[in-house]
């Protein structure tokens, strides 16, 4: 412990070297917190699991989905794997609890859950909304595993898995990761129901090998009959199965292509292989007839690159999502969270057929035409309930079946045809998330304006919906609560019509405003009996008239005292800094203290023993020339060359009282 002290007493006692340490400490932090800016913040909400070190650091791409609520991640143990982790041998088995998701892609037409090994998704084409599971014996997806080599066993390697859904793409991935000596073999397996060629399943397989030899990989249909019954289209090769599925009355036939049974992925090195099936159904058309169809549609869609379907694809969805509504955190405890409310939208949406994206050969002008009036034209009634956005029924997540994807769309239909939007419903998937989405602000239309009903108790959360259809124009419009206890809307109009305009008025209406595609901000006053909280209209005069029919005793702005307890505590949260930073602040505390405390140690013991100061010991003449200094004795005399040299020096009369103050010796 001496000699610690010691070292640590010597390091200190250099100034120069004190300072340097200081200064390198200090640069070395700062590097820290600009290089790593997430090292002081809460590490509570990180996705990062210590269990699959492997996957994460091949996820971190996705990430900043999953924290908007763009996209879900489940992580499961080999037993859930869509793919037995090595040597195939793949059967039917039920997914155990831990694993909550469906793994869930859909067009409406068709759909695929990735769930207790996947399951084939049929929809009704007059009802528009998918109905039926087929058989296992007609199952899109193949089976990606690892076959053991002779010296280097993979079913001995720690095994990890996740399954993502990106809501934004409409794409599902599973993710298999075998991990060894720091290096790792990733299955990443993609594939989605193609928004617009209904028909078409793809499949994206790559695997990376991380490992310094080769891996055996084997890709495998689920159907047996795959091996026998085959065709060849273009230069692919596709097998082919129907079935007739009694309960439901139609026959199915499904072409899938066929990708080499086995092969090397080389070390260090990565495998892209892409896979496409074809799915058909009907109740009058023969297997035979089924199978010509397919196959003329694979020869037309075998001409697009992969990558080009997939990018159109995501375009259909990105589209979809021009239309939609944004939620914040809620200050009620019940209220759905915003994953929820992305989550139940993505399956509702899978869910439903696009009628306005067919092609013109299932869709004539003449239809096309009628689908877009409904849109533009809704009933008067709809939307005439209460807002939606708080009832937790209809906001919950299916993760275990297709029973509870299903209750889940009959629940959200039943609720929409009460409530006055039955003509929506009929316009595919375009009218049935307009109506999803006036009703989550409950806003309904009249003959000749829009109103919100929206009663300002229910304001707990910033809220917004885009792209609202109103006749010939598109409506933002959002509510934000501010931090006094108020709240305040903001409206927009966009991709009007040449000559087509909007006007909107408060609660009362006491004067019309144009909208125009910069926000229009407007204070939410509440009024006594209840009244809209807004007025949208094509119609500035008839505006004008509505405010003489709007009759009440009290108007005053709304207020909300639940809002400003919750702002408080927003903010004492976000002023407060993360535990972390007053671990650091800690420790640079107990160090200065430590410092303190060598320096006092070593001024008054180390120091002190030798009997003398350590810092006060000084020489007489430490301020005189060195030539005049005397040469010996007590040099208090001078040498005459001394004299000689300068002829008017004084010597000075040191004291005890004056060695404090010596450099007022001079000043003669």
């Not at 059967?91 to 831990?98: E, G, I, V």
């Not at 005890?656 to 450099?663: D, E, I, V």
């Amino acid at each position: 412990m001496s000699g610690f002290i010691a070292t640590v007493s010597t390091v200190l006692g250099n100034r120069n070297l004190r300072n340097k340490i200081f200064v390198s400490c200090f640069l070395f932090i700062v590097a820290i917190i600009y290089f790593f800016p997430n090292i002081l913040t809460d590490t509570k909400n990180r996705l990062v699991s210590p269990d699959y070190d492997c996957l994460n650091s091949y996820l971190r791409g996705v990430y900043s989905k999953i924290e908007s609520f763009d996209a879900r991640i489940v992580y499961y143990n080999a037993e859930d794997a869509l793919s037995p982790a090595v040597n195939g041998k793949h059967t039917d088995r039920p997914a155990s609890q831990n694993f909550d998701s469906l793994g869930f892609v859909g067009n409406g037409r068709y759909g695929f859950s990735y769930r207790s090994g996947g399951k084939l998704i049929i929809g009704d084409s007059s009802q528009q909304f998918l109905q039926f599971e087929a058989n296992r014996n007609v199952n899109p997806i193949h089976h990606v595993f690892i076959r053991d080599a002779t010296s280097h066993s993979s079913a001995k390697y720690p095994f990890s898995g996740a399954s993502i859904v990106d809501f934004f793409d409409g794409i599902a991935t599973d993710f298999q990761c075998f991990s060894h000596d720091g290096q790792c073999v990733i299955i990443e397996h993609s594939y989605l129901f193609h928004r617009e060629r209904s028909n078409i399943f793809l499949e994206k397989i790559t695997i990376t090998n991380q490992l310094p030899y080769s891996v055996e990989i084997s890709i495998e249909s689920f159907m047996k009959e795959c091996t026998t019954s085959t065709l060849v289209i273009g230069e692919n090769r596709f097998c082919q199965k129907s079935a007739f599925l009694k309960k439901h009355g139609f026959t199915v036939h499904i072409i899938q292509q066929l990708s080499e049974s086995s092969f090397q992925v080389r070390a260090q090195s990565k495998n892209t292989i892409y896979l496409m099936t074809a799915v058909d159904h009907s109740t009058k058309k023969t297997s035979d007839e089924l199978g010509l169809g397919l196959q003329t549609l694979l020869n037309e869609v075998l001409k697009e690159p992969m990558e080009s379907l997939i990018s159109s694809h995501k375009t259909q969805w990105n589209r979809i999502w021009q239309t939609g509504l944004s939620v914040g955190k809620s200050v009620e405890v019940n209220a759905p969270s915003a994953l929820a409310v992305n989550e139940t939208l993505y399956h509702l949406l899978s869910s439903v057929e696009d009628t306005l994206s067919q092609s013109e050969e299932t869709l004539t002008d003449e239809q096309r035409t009628a689908v877009q009036q409904l849109i533009k034209h809704p009933e008067h009634t709809c939307f005439n309930g209460i807002p939606n956005i708080d009832a937790l029924q209809l906001w919950k997540v299916p993760t275990r079946s297709f029973e509870e994807l299903q209750e889940s769309i009959d629940l959200w239909k039943l609720t929409l045809r009460k409530s006055g939007c039955s003509r929506l419903l009929n316009a595919g998937l375009t009218g049935f998330y307009e109506a999803v989405v006036l009703s989550v602000f409950a806003l309904q239309f009249s003959e000749d304006h829009l109103a919100l009903k929206t009663q300002p108790a229910y304001f707990h959360r910033n809220m917004s919906v885009r792209h609202v259809t109103y006749k010939d124009c598109g409506l933002n419009l959002g509510i934000s609560l501010m931090p006094d206890g108020h709240a305040e809307l903001a409206l927009a109009s966009e991709g009007c019509t040449l000559g087509f305009n909007l006007y909107a008025c408060d609660a009362g209406c006491s004067q019309p405003l144009l909208l125009g595609s910069g926000d229009l901000k407007l204070p939410v006053y509440e009024t006594v009996p209840h009244t809209p909280i807004l007025y949208i209209s094509e119609s500035e005069r008839h505006l004008q008239e509505l405010k003489r029919t709007i009759h009440f005793r009290k108007i005053q702005k709304f207020f909300s005292p639940d809002t400003v307890s919750s702002t408080s505590e927003k903010t004492k949260h976000h002023n407060s800094l993360p535990t972390t930073f007053w671990v650091v602040v800690a420790f640079v505390i107990v160090a200065f203290h430590l410092f303190l405390v060598v320096l006092l140690y070593r001024e008054y013991w180390v120091g002190g023993s030798t009997g003398e100061s350590t810092y006060y010991r000084m020489d007489p003449y430490y301020d005189c020339p060195s030539e005049v200094r005397s040469s010996g004795g007590s040099g208090s005399k001078f040498s005459s060359s001394a004299k000689s040299f300068i002829s008017n020096y004084s010597v000075p009369n040191f004291s005890a009282q004056s060695l404090y103050s010596k450099s007022n010796s001079f000043k003669k």
